[in-house]
């Protein structure tokens, strides 16, 4: 009990010195605060308008037609066009007495449980997540979003417990049909896996755009379209690599990735769940957390296909580590060299660990030296 408020004490300190530091005036940080500056992708602005990414791609057809690769574009997808339940038709899984099932109907998938007697049919809305790794489904019953109990997981080719979800054995239909969300968890969900689905603190659906499009990290263009065809030099439009290390990966891309201070907020922090939130590890990380260099851009380009071959990122690390320990030290090269090797780097200090549950690895972005048999930090 001791250990752990001494850890929430120095979680909390070192929560309230790093916002401190994010208060300070920079020239990079204090521009992006005059100039369209409140912009976060789950943080609505009023009086804008959305234009699309075939607006944006007029002048940044490179990083549009990239982006198209990136998983974040595919991160929620109406039930029409979900390609996950079109190439599985048919799925089914069983709880005690309750058999839950997705079934393809033309251009709809429909999600049932029953239990032998009595039965409660929905029809799936949008699919939460590629399927990469899962993906989970939302549905209306009765007027109000759900959650889908059951997950599709990639390695088992079917379904399994929603991650988080209970896994007993549900006590009637209702009960194990999924979670009930609140307007302000539906919010949260739909803002963070699609693009303009917020107006006016209300979900707007039929203004939704799949996915996280170019507006999704960069505000919507309908200014910054105005201005360009003014001349104007204000452009009016957010750009995240003008942030500063931290402040991007926890406040911008923790968003909804979480950062430090939304885990912090969780019990546990998220437990073994914030295996999942890379910016709250990184800022665990000792000797990278802080370092104006590390921020979620630094490993990977939002507007690319996730680099997965460990090797990628052994020039990430060598940016700033040694090679060798006889090697001179630079102003940017300063970080001591590994005594075992100097390619693979993520394998040992950022391993791929099982998530409970989750039937897939993640990569742990808590860079540390891992030790045979430790447990996972938290």
């Known amino acids: 009990m001791v250990q752990r408020v001494k850890k929430a004490l120095l979680l909390t300190g070192l929560f309230v010195f790093t916002f401190g530091l ?31 990414s075939t607006a944006c791609a007029q002048c940044h057809a490179q990083q549009t037609a990239k982006r198209l690769a990136n998983s974040m574009s595919r991160a929620l997808a109406p039930v029409d066009s979900c390609e996950i339940l079109k190439t599985h038709p048919r799925l089914n899984f069983s709880n005690g007495p309750y058999n839950y099932q997705i079934a393809r109907e033309g251009n709809r998938s ?14 799936i809305l949008y699919c939460f997540g590629q399927g990469k790794a899962g993906q989970t489904y939302v549905f209306r019953h009765q007027g109000v979003f759900y959650e889908s109990r059951v997950s599709y997981y990639q390695e088992i080719q079917g379904l399994d417990f929603t991650i988080i979800h209970p896994r007993s054995v549900p006590q009637s239909l209702e009960d194990g049909l999924g979670r009930p969300m609140t307007m302000e968890a539906a919010r ?3 803002a963070c896996h699609s693009t303009a689905a917020v107006s006016n603190a209300q979900l707007q659906l039929d ?20 201005a360009i065809k003014a001349g104007s030099k204000n452009l009016q439009v957010f750009n995240p690599a003008k942030l500063e290390a931290d402040e991007l990966s926890q406040e911008f891309c923790g968003a909804c990735h979480v950062g430090f201070e939304k885990a912090l907020l969780m019990p546990k922090q998220g437990g073994a769940n914030n295996l999942r939130y890379q910016p709250y590890r990184i800022f665990n990380s000792r000797g990278h957390s802080g370092d104006a260099r590390m921020s979620c851009v630094t490993c990977h380009d939002p507007h690319d296909e996730l680099a997965e071959d460990a090797a990628f990122y052994d020039s990430k690390c ?38 409970p549950g989750g039937h897939a690895k993640f990569t742990d972005h808590w860079i540390r030296i891992v030790k045979p ?3 996972i930090p938290n």
């Not at 203004?207 to 309908?222: A, D, I, Q, S, Y």
Request: hydrophobic share 30%; net charge positive.
């Open 22 to 52: 994010w208060l300070l005036p920079s020239s990079r940080g204090q521009n992006q605060r005059d100039a369209f500056s409140r912009w976060r992708p789950t943080r609505e602005l009023t009086g804008v308008r959305y234009v699309g």
């Open 318 to 355: 060598l940016a700033c580590h040694l090679a060798t320990r006889n090697q001179a030290k630079t102003i940017a090269r300063s970080a001591p060299a590994c005594p075992v090797s100097k390619q693979q780097c993520t394998t040992c200090h950022m391993p791929k660990i099982e998530l």
């Open 110 to 123: 429909v999600y049932t449980i029953t239990d032998g007697l009595n039965s409660i049919s929905e029809p």
């Open 373 to 375: 048999g430790e447990a």
């Open 188 to 190: 949260g969900c739909f």
């Open 207 to 226: 203004h939704l755009m799949p996915g996280v499009t170019c507006e999704g990290c960069h505000g919507p263009g309908g200014n910054h379209t105005a």
